[in-house]
């Protein structure tokens, strides 16, 4: 029976080197393979690629076996969902074409099995940062985006690839949690239940794994990141759990 909702952030595919971007893939394929047979709908909460832009007829080269493990669970009727990460804010309409797949810009407020889900990637949220989000809000821009269009894929991909050696992906460390005074994400959410109610907040971006009950009635979920926890969320119609993959 498909009635599973399973949710997963921060692959970083791409992100060199390659040999362990490629292994990296083989475990999220397992776990794609694992899930098919229970899942009703899949959410990618962003930073699924390192790196991602969809030129007019060009796509990044790769991720062959991810891709075709998610074109057999379109197949299948699971609905996809992809979200916009601060290294992927660049989809457009190639993975809606191919898969079926819907694509969020930031939040998504869902209704299931009675619950409200608040579901964001999680960057440029909450207080501070005032740097990146004047970038995000750049990055995101028609303007910006018709500029790097212009470059060649060979030297617009190049320069991008060069840019994500120095990101935290790269440097393959494990991120602390920093208290839930310090956690900006969970400063947001407070915030949020101010003026609704919600019943999870699902988050990425952060790339530590938590589940932190914010009152009786909340819980908030970072889905962690796929470099070093392998860490992903699943509703079975009662319950959200937080959980790790091992083959």
Not at 134 to 150: E, G, I, P, T
Not at 174 to 196: I, P, V
């Amino acid at each position: 029976m498909r009635d599973k909702i399973y949710f997963a952030s921060d692959f970083h595919l791409g992100v060199l080197p390659e040999a362990t971007s490629r292994a990296r893939e083989l475990r999220i394929v397992g776990w794609l393979d694992a899930i098919k047979h229970d899942a009703k709908e899949l959410f990618l909460v962003g930073d699924v690629f390192d790196f991602w832009f969809e030129y007019g007829t060009v796509v990044p080269k790769g991720f062959v076996r991810f891709f075709g493990k998610l074109a057999e669970l379109a197949d299948l009727g699971i609905q996809i969902t992809f979200f916009k990460g601060n290294h992927d804010m660049w989809m457009f309409g190639y993975l809606q074409k191919e898969l079926g797949a819907r694509i969020v810009d930031d939040e998504l407020l869902l209704e299931r099995d009675g619950k409200r889900f608040f579901i964001h990637h999680g960057d440029g949220l909450g207080p501070g940062d005032s740097k990146y989000k004047f970038l995000k809000s750049f990055f995101r821009s028609k303007l910006c985006q018709w500029l790097f269009a212009r470059l060649h894929p060979n030297l617009g991909i190049g320069i991008a690839q060069r840019w994500s050696q120095h990101s935290r992906a790269a440097s393959g460390g494990e991120e602390t949690f920093l208290g839930e005074d310090r956690e900006w994400l969970l400063q947001y959410a407070k915030e949020q239940l101010k003026d609704a109610n919600y019943d999870y907040f699902i988050f990425g971006h952060r790339h530590v794994p938590y589940d932190i009950r914010l009152c009786s009635a909340c819980r908030v979920i970072n889905l962690g990141e796929w470099i070093n926890h392998c860490t992903y969320a699943v509703w079975d119609g009662r319950e959200l759990t937080l959980k790790k993959w091992t083959p």
